[in-house]
């Protein structure tokens, strides 16, 4: 009995969240051997899963007209990646984002940086606009931002949704990383 209990337990709901409309459910879980998903419904019909590695999904915000899934994935252990989903009807399409890292990465006259990076605090500001906060290292390094506060950068980045295309809106150091990093250059 105790073995079934533990096996329900690691088969619980992480997490659940509807769309606006009302239209879609999405649902993550973590079965066995950890596997960890989530599935996109409408109404009783799967129209979309994706797998997630690591630590599964940490972030999961509906546009407010329904139109998109921002959904964060903490796929390994060093990286939380945001991607976006385009919902019609029964239709799921991945939006390919722009490249808002490469854009701070320059700000430093570098091409790629350390191997820490997470993007997190999603929040739809208008049916179309995504803000969120991307952290990450400069340089493979520390892994802990107090450690090295050069090493690493905080930005705000906001993105506007038309159908399938992502435009790169906005940029800009959160208040904790201008007190911390180098000047905008």
């Known amino acids: 009995m105790k073995t079934l209990l533990i096996l329900l ?24 051997f950890n596997v960890r998903s989530m599935v996109l419904k409408k109404g009783s019909k799967i129209i979309f899963s994706v ?10 915000q509906w546009s407010p007209d329904s139109k ?16 976006v989903y385009r919902v019609d009807g029964e239709s799921v399409t991945k ?3 722009p490249d808002y890292r490469l854009n701070i990465l320059g700000r430093y006259q570098l091409f790629e940086g350390g191997r820490y990076w997470f993007d997190k605090t999603l929040k739809w ?24 506060p050069d ?6 980045v906001g993105i506007s949704f038309n159908d399938l295309r992502a435009v790169l809106l906005s940029v800009k150091k959160t208040k904790q990383a201008q007190q911390v990093v180098a000047p905008d250059r």
């Open 9 to 32: 337990l690691t088969l619980s709901v992480a997490l659940a969240v509807d769309s606006p409309n009302g239209l879609y459910s999405t649902t993550t879980t973590v079965g066995e």
């Open 51 to 60: 797998g997630s590695g690591y630590g599964g999904f940490q972030d999961i």
């Open 68 to 83: 998109y899934l921002a959904v964060v994935d903490h796929g390994i252990k060093t990286m939380m990646i945001l991607d």
């Open 95 to 97: 939006v390919d984002l």
């Open 125 to 148: 500001e208008a049916p179309s606009k995504l803000l969120f906060e991307t952290t990450g290292s400069l340089k493979d390094g520390s892994s802990n931002p107090t450690d090295d």
């Open 151 to 156: 090493n690493w950068y905080s930005f705000e």
